[in-house]
């Protein structure tokens, strides 16, 4: 049987539902709430537009100060 969570690992158990890392999120959402731990998910794992654009920002800043002038592209046959 499959986790009914995840639906990819096989359950813990042969009479249980979950696997072992979808059992440690149910007992979060038992020690925390449903909700809570949905919103901390959220929170945390989801990015929204502004997130997603200062993300692209940064790396493209990283990408351009890592960039070496002195590289040069290699000849082929085809370019001259």
């Not at 986790?3 to 979808?22: A, I, L, N, R």
């Amino acid at each position: 049987m499959t986790c009914v969570f995840c639906e990819k690992k096989p359950s813990e158990t042969w009479f249980g539902s979950f696997c072992s890392d979808c059992r440690k999120i149910k007992n979060l959402g038992n020690v925390y709430g449903f909700k809570r731990t949905l919103e901390i998910l959220e929170k945390c794992c989801i990015r929204n537009p502004n997130q997603l654009e200062n993300k692209i920002n940064i790396q493209k800043k990283v990408v351009e100060s890592e960039c070496d002038e002195s590289y040069e592209k290699p000849k082929t046959r085809n370019s001259k």
